[in-house]
């Protein structure tokens, strides 16, 4: 129903608990965002130990983004806002309202289910209760809906619960003023042209925008390998052993039950980023690499191919704590590798430095290439590769990135660029460190 192209770039915002921001942990606030509405939440979800017992739901959540006007009218329905306080208080997942500091993924879960208890109590229209939205005027795209979440943060249970009876009643007074519009607030931008025909014109402007600004939480994560720096990760006087490796990841999966592959996503996100903290915490950051595979995996794009992702790698105990072990290896073979290879051509010679450049830049695209089989994302591979070079070549420029982005901008997912295009960039990418071009 929405043929939207949402407009993501803008102002995510980071909204996480003082103690989320000091412990890393990734407690805060979360609700479920736009992207993650097409996992299914019906399927039955086990908590770990300390947690509520396994609850599962009668059916997924409807997707807020796809309801209808006649799903939300207020007309077609009785809702008394002076009652809402009790009936939240009354739901079943009230009971279970996690402690402060709970992992953002379980308190997304949570939400999930207060969520879904309110649906059975009011109906479809009650999924928006953690959303609001009001009209921004960008200058790309003119007028166009900014959504954001208003689920409250975890403190007490009895602010938390009052807290999403206010939103609920909030989200019933939005529904009644976007079926007016009496003030005015949500005059359709050109973007809403065309894509909704059904409902009034406040909640066409609101749902039917092709182009949508998304404000919602962030929450810490360990990095992303490629934003690591060389010093990160550079392999001098580190060899990890097979064995020490094994034991780390082999007591993670004692202590915290490997989930399955079907299990809920968030679920082996949090068991697979436990992993990595126990890995970092003893061998340090580099070994957040461990996961970044080949193709689509979990990290999408990288050098790893022992490991996948969770909904193809995890199994047994044993098995799972194995693939792990290959991977972080592999991952530090490559790291090795890497290294060799900068040896090769540095230090760069002083009376030919342009072509040495465009040797070192062909090589380092062609190496990576080769290693990533030129699969998705790829590319992001290629560009963290030639940064770490820069960085062992003494290029320390602002703009450094900038230089980079200019020359792996061309470069496709799935597509092996041709020896002339390579040579291309390289030359290119040369030009510019040398003689800042």
């Known amino acids: 129903m929405l043929a939207a192209i949402f407009y993501v770039a803008c102002q995510r915002r980071q909204h996480t608990t003082a103690a989320a921001a000091h412990d890393g942990n990734g407690t805060g606030r979360r609700v479920p965002s736009f992207a993650e509405t097409r996992f299914p939440v019906g399927v039955p979800v086990t908590y770990p130990v300390g947690l509520p017992e396994r609850r599962s739901m009668s059916r997924p959540l409807p997707s807020p983004w796809t309801l209808t006007w006649p799903d939300v009218d207020p007309a077609r329905r009785e809702f008394d806002p002076a009652q809402a306080p009790a009936v939240v208080t009354g739901l ?3 009971a279970d309202v996690p ?35 009001e009209m921004t005027d960008t200058a790309e795209h003119g007028l166009i809906p900014c959504w954001r979440s208003v689920a409250p943060v975890i403190t007490t ?8 009876a206010a939103a609920l009643v909030a989200w019933y007074d939005l529904l009644v003023e976007l079926a007016t519009d009496p003030h ?19 909640w066409r402007a609101v749902m039917g925008s092709r182009v949508k600004r998304l404000a919602f939480p962030e929450h810490p994560r360990m990095p992303h390998p490629r934003d690591l720096s060389w010093t990160d990760v550079d392999p001098a006087g580190r060899d990890p052993d097979p064995e020490s490796v094994l034991a780390t990841v082999t007591a993670v999966a ?24 126990a890995l970092v915490d003893r061998y340090g950051l580099w070994a957040v690499g461990w996961r970044w595979s080949t193709g689509e995996g979990d990290l999408d794009g990288g050098v790893v191919t022992a490991w996948c992702c969770s909904g193809h790698s995890l199994s ?27 040896g090769r051509f540095l230090p760069l010679p002083a009376d030919d430095p342009l072509d040495s450049w465009e040797r070192a830049v062909a090589h380092r695209v062609t190496a990576v ?11 992001n591979c290629c560009r963290t590769a030639l940064g770490w070079f820069l960085t062992a070549a003494g290029v320390e420029s602002a703009d450094r990135p900038g230089l980079i982005d200019h ?8 597509a092996e660029p041709s020896s002339t295009d390579v040579r291309t960039i390289a030359e290119l990418l040369a030009e510019r460190v040398v003689h800042g071009a």
Do not use: C, K
């Open 184 to 202: 005015g607030r949500f005059i359709p931008g050109r973007a809403a042209d065309g894509v909704m025909e059904a409902g009034p014109p406040a």
């Open 99 to 133: 402690p402060p500091g709970t992992d953002w993924r379980l308190v997304d879960i949570w939400y999930d289910r207060i969520t879904a208890a309110l649906v059975q109590r009011y109906g479809d229209w009650a999924v928006g209760w953690a959303y609001t939205v």
């Open 254 to 277: 004692a202590a915290a039950t490997v989930p399955a592959r079907d299990a809920d996503w968030r679920l082996r996100d949090l068991w697979l980023e436990t992993v990595t903290r």
């Open 369 to 379: 290439g080769d290693r990533t089989y030129y699969e998705s994302g790829w590319y």
């Open 407 to 414: 020359a792996v901008g061309r470069f496709r997912s799935w």
């Open 92 to 94: 079943p997942p009230a």
């Open 316 to 342: 047994t105990p044993d098995a799972t704590a194995a693939a792990i072990t290959a991977a972080v290896l592999e991952w530090h073979g490559w790291l090795v590798d890497l290294a060799d290879r900068f």
């Open 157 to 164: 249970a009895d602010e938390v619960l009052a807290g999403i």
